[in-house]
């Protein structure tokens, strides 16, 4: 059992950065592969990013590539995803999750989710 817990957050405007943190719990974190993923109103959930166990491999949605960031600091239980440039499109709930291995974190398989942190980006 692992509970995740996603915060940073906040409304911005365009061209401006985040950084959004998810801190875990119950469980080793160093055992899972993690990642993010957002849904906008009205939109579908996607994915966004996703990050190994040892943090020494990651993968990005096309649109994600150059913008953001993905990283985890296994001592201090936490994965992180750095967003620069933000666009008003990028505006969504942020949600990370725990999975078996990155490949199949991206694939939209994971184990444990956490309830989200939203991000709006004002024009």
């Known amino acids: 059992q692992v509970q995740l817990a996603e915060s940073g957050g906040g409304l911005v405007q365009a061209g401006d950065s985040l950084r959004l943190s998810c801190a875990a719990s119950g469980r080793t974190f160093s055992s899972y592969a993690m990642g993010w993923f957002r849904q906008a109103p009205g939109k579908e959930r996607q994915f966004v990013a996703a990050?190994?166990?040892?943090?020494?491999?990651?993968y990005y949605a096309d649109s994600m590539k150059g913008r953001f960031t993905i990283s985890r600091d296994n001592a201090k239980n936490t994965v992180y995803l750095q967003m620069n440039s933000l666009k008003p499109e990028n505006t969504a709930n942020y949600y990370c999750?725990?999975?078996?291995?990155?490949?199949?974190?991206?694939?939209?398989?994971?184990?444990?989710w956490g309830k989200g942190t939203l991000v709006t980006v004002s024009s």
């Open positions: 999750a725990a999975g078996r291995s990155m490949v199949l974190v991206a694939g939209g398989s994971m184990d444990y």
């Open positions: 990050i190994s166990w040892s943090g020494g491999s990651t």
